[in-house]
């Protein structure tokens, strides 16, 4: 028989047993939707999270404190940075191309008879936007001269906007922050909401000094941390390393002692992020593979009942000078087709699931974003996976019916 006439008796034979073949289609389709689905959610938050730390800036470094001995007891929030610190890294590391010191401070905001508390109150250095890779919306940012002079100017985020000036031009307005008046000269362009939810907009931008003199009150010219954007990714490793030196002959830190600062690149999270999401999605689709094992194994049961109703059957189609492969060929062709349409099938259902879940998310967290991913190599990888299901669960009952005595099959009642 050619391999047609052996397709065609196939699909005659499924045709026949329309409920069984459904049943056993089930078992599969469950399977591949269940890692279909799973795989695109992992994938759409592995890219959520890449693009979350891409929006934290160009090439990003951040030096942070670390611990400091005060008469013998490790303190964690003692400052261990200085703006000096941030004017050297700038000075003696060829591999940064730009350097913002930033101290945080809080406060109420008042402008006319609104108020408003934001998110963030910021004191940040001159190169501050070429880090974060944030543009304006409208104005103008501040200056080396605004650092030096400590100038009373600020730049807002767009949610301000909306709690304080409403219809009114922020540009040239003044507002009171702890009772210091400070002028806005600009305004920044919108970013949205951050992975977890929260306003990246809602926030206020001063120079680090006017921060630390105006509002902190701190004499010293202490810092609570530097962010760095390195000349390129690939010199990532390279401004790290060098930053680290600089701060360790600064800082007076012997080789055996613990530094008092830390320098983190987000190269290095975003790898570790990126191993935690992919370690996840694939033990989850582990998890989910099980169902296509239970599938399979449903197809082999399946297909060993068949042997058995069709006994003489196949008995006649021997007798008439069918071959044992020909007998062989029709029931993997079977086994294969019902799982090729499960795994159709439940790629279809998988992705409609994953589209529904990437909606879901985003509903009821509104700014999110969650990306909706197909993984094309996924979904080829689980068709692929699908057909090795019917060969390999197909195979011992179609090796079993070709093996059968044309005349013990003609006499099996």
Known sequence: MSFFDTLRTALRALRKNKMRAILTIIGVVIGIAAVTTIVSIGQGANRLVQGELQG?????IFVTPGQKRERG???NDAPTLTEADADAIALECSAVRAVSPMIWTGGQVIFGNENWSPKEMVGVGPDFLQVRAWPLAAGSFFSEADMESSAKVCVIGQTLI????????PIG??????????RVIGILAKKGANMVGDDQDNLILMPQTTVRKRLVGDPLDNIH???????SMDQMHRASDQMRNLLLERHEIAPQEEPDFEVTDM??????LGIVTGTLTMMLSVIAGISLVVGGVG?????LVSVTERTREIGIRMALGARGRDILWQFLIESIILSS???LIGLALGTALSMGATVVINTYKPGTEWPMVVSIPAALVAMGFAAIVGVFFGFYPARRASRLDPIDALRYE
Do not use: C, D, H, Y
Not at 173 to 178: D, F, G, L, S
């Open 56 to 60: 934290l800036g160009t090439n990003v």
């Open 73 to 75: 007891v490790l303190r």
């Open 162 to 169: 909306g709690k304080l000036f409403r219809t009114t031009n």
């Open 173 to 182: 307005q003044t507002i009171r922050i702890n009772n210091v008046p400070i």
């Open 225 to 231: 941390a530097i962010m760095v954007s390195a000349r």
């Open 267 to 272: 190269e290095e999270v975003s790898s570790m």
């Open 299 to 303: 197809i082999m049961n399946i297909m």
């Open 341 to 343: 349409i499960g795994g």
